[in-house]
């Protein structure tokens, strides 16, 4: 069975004036559906770009992608958006969440732009809540809760949809480390129930709690 994301020598260039970065210089990689996979690397290694193109955020400039049996570089721009929006759930370092809404509204808002028809999105949503220990903060604001009871709430957030994917860049640079490890505590749970897992981590603590560790240096995977 063929893996659920592979990547073919990946290329990412970015063009400043006159000046050309290469990011990712040739990245071929493979991830099978229910591994918990860490990236690591230092900053500036092109690990968060890696990242947003196997999150279908940005295009890679060549190379290959094929997700869930799709080859993923000639969708248009509004197939790519249905495509993120219904399989791939995200989680921020710096949590994203919006202050003026509630804890609970803040987990249904990727309902608004999915496609996928979830019955009782309510229900499901204090479900999340409890699975990530906040039960009782469905009716607070993001500014009355700690950075990791925030970070618990993006991850309620990025499982609303029933995604096949979790992608996490950095979830737990915010933290403490007794937070952090809790955090860590609920992907490896997730991983346990058969989701899939890409993890962006500079914290080789924090990489030691997934099932594989991959290093990128210099745009190019060790």
């Known amino acids: 069975m063929p893996a659920l994301i592979q990547l073919h020598q990946i290329k990412k260039v970015y ?11 040739g990245i071929d990689l493979e991830v099978e559906k229910g591994e918990f996979l ?6 500036g290694s092109g690990k968060s770009t890696l990242l947003n193109i196997i999150g279908l955020m940005d295009r890679p400039t060549a190379g290959e992608y094929i997700l869930m049996g799709e080859r ?13 929006n219904a399989y791939i759930g995200f989680v921020f370092q710096q949590f994203h969440l919006i202050e003026y809404l509630t804890v609970l509204e803040n987990v249904l ?5 999915s496609h996928k028809h979830i019955s009782h999105p309510q229900k499901r949503a204090l479900q999340l809540l409890e699975k990530v220990g ?27 949809n029933e995604p096949e994917i979790i992608l996490a860049d950095e979830p737990t640079g915010q933290l403490d480390t007794k937070t ?12 346990a129930e058969g ?6 981590t500079h914290d080789p603590e ?7 560790v991959v290093r990128i240096r210099d745009g190019l995977i060790e």
């Not at 248009?76 to 993120?84: G, M």
């Not at 808002?109 to 732009?113: D, E, I, N, R, T």
């Open 15 to 25: 063009i400043l004036g006159e000046k050309r970065i290469e990011v990712l210089k």
């Open 38 to 43: 860490a990236i690591m690397g230092v900053s």
């Open 72 to 84: 993923i570089e000639h969708l248009d721009d509004d197939r790519l958006s249905e495509f993120r």
């Open 109 to 113: 808002l990727p309902m608004l732009y």
């Open 134 to 160: 906040l039960a009782d903060c469905a009716r607070k604001k993001p500014t009355q809760l700690s950075g990791g009871e925030q970070q618990r709430v993006a991850i309620a957030r990025a499982l609303i």
């Open 180 to 191: 952090a490890l809790e955090i860590m505590d609920i992907f490896r749970q997730l991983h």
């Open 195 to 200: 989701k899939t897992i890409i993890m962006v």
């Open 206 to 212: 924090m990489a030691a709690k997934a099932s594989r």
